[in-house]
């Protein structure tokens, strides 16, 4: 399939069939976040896949509870995929001082879509979620305090089509070339 095909079918989905997603299939996925770029090539990512139903049920029910209980449908999903960045890398923490960027953050977003991107072109369907609670996600999971859970990915095969909440915004509201942007910004 073509790329910017791929980009156009990708929606986040959140109903599944209720039909397993086939382990190399998630493999191939983390394949393709592997070779993401990253600031330094430092690659602060690492994964943690749950698709054992009876431990996908307990972490979802106890990291989606109270205010985060809309998230709940995650418990339908096969696979569940917790994004987990490395912290205190030196170089992080002089370019958060100089430039005030997060850039573990950018980083695991470009790694998170590598992987949304290669889900879609398997014929799987994704949607990252970040309402849930994540101090609870880092305590359930046993995460040792060096890593921080930043990003979940619900994955399996969609039952139904997906819709969108809002629409995407045009070209015309987000791209400007030279200094059109003083006027439209
Ligand atoms: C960083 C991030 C966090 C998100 N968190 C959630 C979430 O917690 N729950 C949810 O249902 N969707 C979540 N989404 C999905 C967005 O709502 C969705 O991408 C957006 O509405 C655009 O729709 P589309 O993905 O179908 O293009 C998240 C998306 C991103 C990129």
Request: proline letters at 4%.
């Amino acid at each position: 399939m073509e790329l910017m095909d791929t980009i156009r079918q990708r929606k986040s989905v959140r109903k599944y069939l209720d039909k397993p997603v086939e382990r190399e299939k998630i493999v191939e996925c983390i394949e393709a976040a592997r070779l993401a770029p990253s600031a330094d090539n430092i690659q602060p990512w690492r994964f943690i896949i749950i698709d054992s139903q009876e431990l996908k049920m307990n972490f979802c029910r106890y990291v989606c509870s109270g205010i985060f209980k809309p998230t709940r449908f995650i418990e339908r999903a096969p696979a569940i995929i917790i994004i987990l960045a490395k912290l205190n890398i030196i170089v992080h923490r002089i370019a958060k001082v100089a430039t005030r960027t997060d850039l573990y953050l950018l980083d695991i977003g470009i790694a998170g879509e590598h992987l949304v991107l290669q889900a879609q072109e398997l014929g799987l369907g994704t949607c990252w979620i970040n309402w849930f609670n994540v101090k609870k996600a880092q305590s359930f999971l046993q995460i040792p305090n060096k890593y921080r859970v930043i990003s979940l990915i619900a994955m399996g095969y969609a039952g139904g089509r997906a819709t969108k909440f809002k629409p995407d915004l045009p070209l015309e509201e987000i791209l400007f070339f030279n200094d059109d942007y003083k006027k439209k910004l």
